[in-house]
T-cell receptor, first 111, second 111 residues
Framework: GENVEQHPSTLSVQEGDSAVIKCTYSDSASNYFPWYKQELGKRPQLIIDIRSNVGEKKDQRIAVTLNKTAKHFSLHITETQPEDSAVYFCAASPYWGKSTFGDGTTLTVKP | EPEVTQTPSHQVTQMGQEVILRCVPISNHLYFYWYRQILGQKVEFLVS????????KSEIFDDQFSVERPDGSNFTLKIRSTKLEDSAMYFC?????????FGEGSRLTVL
């Protein structure tokens, strides 16, 4: 089955700096790669996703890149703000199928 | 905006008791999922449900677990004889492909 590895497990940045979180996956059949943000005690919420026919996608301060050949994808957050502090999960799946999640990255943005 | 709803939000039970967690997926979605998250850990896939049957299940989803869609709206997870290690947040999710829409979760505490 699919195995998703996520790094780093914790990340601390100064407000205004950029943050990068990286994930690798194992199953070539995966073609959908979402990123979820989870605040303490809340449900995971999608912040951005990418499908395998696209190499990069951007939404304001958030971008995701995908390298299908190397089976890795990354989340980039620019101009970080304290409200970006949360746990971020990457996931990989077939478009119609279960998502396999990474272990999560706890991002702390220091004012 | 349509949402996945879950009840109860928190349930405390004694070891060995049966528990039923309920979910109402988004009405036009066809794919339903249960995930669990032990405190501080990653989101783990339990089971997926499509076309009124289980489409995939994980190793966690053993004989003590079952799912049902008893009517056109509800989707339930039953744990027949709870164990201490079943204590976790259980998230229901639905999808029409791609993005998972999570409910707010049901926190299960087994004493």
């Amino acid at each position: 089955g699919e195995n998703v590895e996520q790094h780093p497990s914790t990340l601390s940045v100064q407000e205004g700096d950029s943050a990068v979180i990286k994930c690798t996956y194992s199953d070539s059949a995966s073609n959908y790669f979402p990123w979820y943000k989870q605040e303490l005690g809340k449900r995971p919420q999608l912040i951005i996703d990418i499908r395998s026919n696209v190499g990069e996608k951007k939404d304001q301060r958030i971008a995701v890149t995908l390298n299908k050949t190397a089976k890795h994808f990354s989340l980039h957050i620019t101009e970080t703000q304290p409200e970006d502090s949360a746990v971020y999960f990457c996931a990989a799946s077939p478009y119609w199928g279960k998502s396999t999640f990474g272990d999560g990255t706890t991002l702390t943005v220091k004012p | 905006e349509p949402e996945v709803t879950q009840t109860p939000s928190h349930q405390v039970t004694q070891m060995g008791q049966e528990v039923i967690l309920r979910c109402v997926p988004i009405s036009n979605h066809l794919y339903f999922y249960w995930y669990r998250q032990i405190l501080g850990q990653k989101v783990e896939f339990l089971v997926s449900f499509y076309n009124n049957e289980i489409s995939e299940k994980s190793e966690i989803f053993d004989d003590q677990f079952s799912v049902e869609r008893p009517d056109g709206s509800n989707f339930t997870l039953k744990i027949r004889s709870t164990k201490l290690e079943d204590s976790a947040m259980y998230f229901c999710a639905s999808s029409e492909g791609g993005e998972l829409f999570f409910g707010e979760g049901s926190r299960l505490t087994v004493l």
